[in-house]
């Protein structure tokens, strides 16, 4: 199997790694977003896993705890663990990257409180706040120190700083890695389709990095032989995809995805830790100051990123997908749009978009995207 | 956290059948008027003005040689209660925002970016010269970013440290082992961020934040909320119940709004006086009281009238609310000498305590309630957990009704329909 195959593989299945790391007898920490430092489960010595939802597994069990208007991927998440889904989890992160993701770190707690029954495993909460103040790097340091506390408990074993070193070296060359990646989509023509993209970017996610590393660099060896992408290019902003059902879609349409302001997509390669000085402040500041992390930007910043970022990867178009009961970048949209506009970037917007699409939702979605895609390639030929 | 003062205007929809408005509800609610006239005349004069979120601390405002400071959720219940919500969401949709962005703290920003006191209720908000909030929901940032724009004024955000889960029947322990409930670390964080508002205020409005001050305030709140926990409990164990829910939203949150103060005090203790006089004379909301009922959520701002109709149709008495229970169970306490660190300990969970489903089942133990009714705002993170409120209550023995509908925007309000889904779960699940 080709490197961009195995990538598909694991982004596909994506507990395949972990589950083989398992039966060598190791453990599998699972964490939510990407606002957990996986550097330091790495160098714990165990499997940093992030978790993600699945439209395909429904939320009949989510259901009968939960409300049904709050982020549908972490409805998801709460699903798959409720239904045995993530049974191979020795352990869980859970950071305060959302409003939703706090309420899965409640909503577990209470769980078990009206149904004893419900068994979770050991649950750390890692609280990152909001803000980028001083102030604020204080408390994340110490919740950095707390994690790792924690994680040394769950190991057995201290996480050194040499450890920690080069946990970030790794995963700095992979960021470095994923941005050659991003500079394929970004190329005229691309030669990568979104839906590759997110495969190989996702899969890191689920791989031990230093296998995920080697495969990336034998498939940036052979780049020059892939195909150039003739569809019109796209950008997609909006909610954080964990699943490539929208990009399938779009792709279907004569368009080709050259990026993305997504933690799934091209944004988790933003940001590299900064390997001189300590490990363990390098990674608090990280963690807390990223100017790629959504919740401490403002909306200024995030009109300002996602029109860059469209530039850069020389989008004819973008698609904001937003996902419903997901409020937080739908309060950016107007003024992003807007900006977009003024730079002579069209908009399509899909607002209250269901998780799992039925039939139906895709029907009326090709349509739209199909005809922003023709209005588009009009304008491309004028 | 929701409060409102000035709620509760009588003149609207008539006062309780039966039932006297109290006395102290009106001098309240007539108190805010004046005040808020009295504020907008000293913004205009060049005061400073806070727009601030209901859980921060106004104490510090007060300790400021009074710095005014108006509520959000106060503001939103008032346009909300004036009916101009659907015209304000409606003109947010014009600029291009979902359709379904949340309400109750959206209202008054989107009566902020249509900028036309003319308008607004009460001749308008005066302009802020600082807004302030805890970042307890993702969407604050969004909205308090664009209220700085329209009013082109900063944004002081206070960091939310996540809740642990919940502390053992908390309300037994809140006021004097604060420390222990909430925990040092994020009582910290907050102290630190408490002493950087004092300092901003003071290098920006060039006023002197007192401490004497504050220790008074502390002390007047103290005095006022133990009125307010003595209220709540002879409300809870009087048959039939002396007062109706509306009476107490609109006092509780108009006499809350002005703690700190000695007004506040004695008009509390006038609140305590008028209850214990009605329950001494055996007045009640509904003579043949039938079934008890208590409201989970928010308070109807747009339609405080609702209420009352289960009493005539079923002698079925809403009887408590969390706006007194927590001002019974959430406010006071004792500072043990370090007050900025004993009111930081006041705000910053208090949304959290709310919907704690152990607190609300033991108030419904307390009021002896047949049922709940449980008002859920599904553009609103803050509903989501509810549902562990209903499963908690309902293992306590406590049948529940959650109704999908907003506080304030009554466009989506379907008063024939939800007063059939009210009256179905009284006649099959609450008659005993
Ligand atoms: S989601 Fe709820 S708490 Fe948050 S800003 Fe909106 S109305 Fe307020």
């Known amino acids: 199997m080709g490197p961009l195959e195995t990538m598909k593989k694991h982004y596909e299945q994506r507990d395949v790694a972990a589950q083989k790391w398992k039966k060598q007898g190791g453990k599998v920490v699972g964490y939510v977003s990407d606002d957990c430092p996986e550097e330091m489960i790495l160098a714990a010595g165990l499997f940093p896993f992030r978790i993600s939802g699945d439209p395909a597994s429904g939320t009949a069990e989510t259901d009968k705890y939960t409300e049904s208007f709050y982020d549908p991927s972490v409805r998801s998440i709460l699903n798959m663990l409720l239904t045995g889904k993530y049974d191979f989890l020795d352990y869980l992160v859970i950071p305060h990257a959302s409003d939703s993701i706090l309420k899965l770190y409640h909503q577990l707690w209470w769980i078990h409180r009206v149904d004893p029954s419900k068994q979770f495993p050991p649950l750390h909460l890692f609280d990152i706040v909001h803000t980028r103040f001083w102030q604020t790097g204080q408390y994340v340091r110490d919740q950095v120190r707390a994690l790792k506390e924690k994680l040394e408990e769950w190991s057995g074993k201290e996480i050194t700083a040499s450890a920690l070193a080069r946990a970030i070296t790794i995963g700095n060359e992979n960021k470095a890695l994923l941005k050659q990646v991003a500079a394929l989509r970004a190329s005229e023509p691309a030669h990568l389709s979104g839906v590759e993209a997110l495969q190989i970017i996702g899969s890191s996610m689920v791989m031990l990095k230093e296998e995920h590393n080697k495969l990336l660099s034998q498939f940036l060896k052979g780049a020059s032989q892939l195909p150039a992408q003739e569809g019109v290019r796209l950008f997609i902003e909006g909610s954080d995809l964990d699943n490539s059902q929208f990009y399938e879609l779009v792709e279907s349409c004569d368009a080709t995805i050259v990026g993305e302001n997504s933690s799934w997509g091209n944004r988790y390669s933003d940001d590299p830790v900064d390997p001189s000085g300590d490990p363990f402040e390098a990674i608090a500041e990280r963690y807390h100051l990223r100017p790629s992390r959504p919740r401490i930007q403002s909306i200024e910043q995030r009109v300002a990123y996602c029109v860059r970022s469209a530039l850069e990867a020389k989008a004819q178009g973008v698609i904001f997908f937003l996902y419903e009961w997901d409020p937080a970048p739908s309060w950016d949209q107007p003024d992003q749009a807007k900006a977009l506009e003024d730079k002579g970037i069209p908009s399509l917007s899909?607002?209250?978009?269901?998780?799992?699409?039925?039939?139906?939702?895709?029907?009326?979605?090709?349509?739209?995207?199909?005809?922003?895609?023709?209005?588009?390639?009009?304008?491309?030929?004028? | 956290m929701s409060a409102a003062k000035g709620v509760g205007d009588q003149s609207k929809t008539g006062p309780v059948k039966d039932a006297k408005p109290l006395k102290s509800a009106m001098a309240a609610a007539q108190h805010q008027k004046e005040w808020f006239k009295n504020a907008q005349e000293r913004v205009r004069a060049g005061e400073p003005f806070c727009l601030a979120n209901a859980d921060t601390p106004h104490e510090i405002f007060l300790a400021m040689d009074d710095i005014p400071i108006v509520m959000m959720q106060w503001w939103s219940a008032i346009i909300s209660a004036k009916q101009l919500s659907g015209y304000y969401f409606d003109r947010m949709g014009d600029k291009g925002y979902q359709k379904n962005v949340c309400r109750y703290c959206a209202l008054p920003l989107a009566c902020a970016i249509e900028q036309d006191p003319e308008h607004e209720p009460w001749g308008g908000l005066p302009k802020p010269t600082l807004l302030l909030a805890q970042l307890s929901c993702d969407v604050h940032t969004k909205v308090f970013e664009l209220l700085a724009r329209a009013y082109n004024c900063h944004f002081f955000p206070f960091e939310y440290p996540a809740p642990a889960p919940s502390y053992p029947r908390w309300w037994e322990r809140l006021e004097d082992d604060w420390e222990e409930v909430i925990g040092s670390h994020v009582l910290d964080l907050r102290v630190e961020e408490t002493k950087a508002l004092i300092r901003y205020l003071e290098v920006s409005t060039g006023r002197q934040f007192s401490h004497k001050t504050l220790l008074e305030i502390m002390e007047l709140e103290n005095e006022q909320e133990e009125y307010f926990k003595k209220i709540r409990n002879l409300i809870a164990e009087t048959r039939p119940c002396p007062v109706s829910l509306r009476d107490q939203l609109a006092a509780t949150m108009n006499l809350q709004w002005h703690r700190g103060t000695q007004w506040a005090v004695d008009h509390t203790r006038m609140f305590y006086e008028e209850v214990k006089e009605k329950a001494d004379k055996g007045e009640a909301v509904c003579k043949d009281e039938k079934i008890r009922l208590m409201w989970i959520g928010r308070g109807l701002w747009h339609n405080t009238a609702f209420y009352q109709y289960f009493e005539e149709k079923y002698g079925a008495v809403?009887?408590?609310?969390?706006?007194?229970?927590?001002?019974?169970?959430?406010?006071?306490?004792?500072?043990?000498?370090?007050?900025?660190?004993?009111?930081?300990?006041?705000?910053?969970?208090?949304?959290?305590?709310?919907?704690?489903?152990?607190?609300?089942?033991?108030?419904?133990?307390?009021?002896?309630?047949?049922?709940?009714?449980m008002i859920v705002a599904s553009n609103?993170?803050?509903?989501?957990?509810?549902?562990?409120?209903?499963?908690?209550?309902?293992q306590g023995g406590?049948?529940?009704?959650?109704?999908?509908?907003?506080?304030?925007?009554?466009?989506?309000?379907?008063?024939?329909?939800?007063?059939?889904?009210?009256?179905?779960?009284?006649e099959e699940r609450c008659m005993p």
Not at chain 2, 380 to 394: A, H, P, Q, T, Y
Not at chain 2, 398 to 424: G, N
Request: glycine content about 4%; proline content about 3%; charged content about 30%.
């Open chain 1, 350 to 382: 899909f607002n209250m978009q269901k998780y799992a699409m039925s039939d139906r939702d895709r029907e009326t979605l090709k349509k739209d995207v199909k005809q922003f895609v023709a209005s588009l390639s009009k304008k491309k030929k004028h």
């Open chain 2, 380 to 394: 609103c993170i803050d509903s989501v957990g509810n549902m562990f409120i209903k499963m908690v209550l309902e």
């Open chain 2, 398 to 426: 406590v049948p529940v009704l959650p109704i999908y509908a907003d506080v304030v925007d009554a466009r989506e309000w379907k008063d024939e329909e939800i007063k059939a889904q009210v009256s179905q779960f009284i």
């Open chain 2, 318 to 373: 809403f009887t408590n609310s969390m706006y007194l229970s927590i001002a019974a169970d959430g406010y006071i306490r004792h500072h043990h000498g370090d007050p900025l660190r004993a009111l930081a300990s006041r705000h910053i969970y208090m949304g959290y305590c709310l919907r704690d489903p152990e607190w609300q089942l033991n108030e419904a133990k307390r009021y002896g309630v047949n049922g709940a009714v």
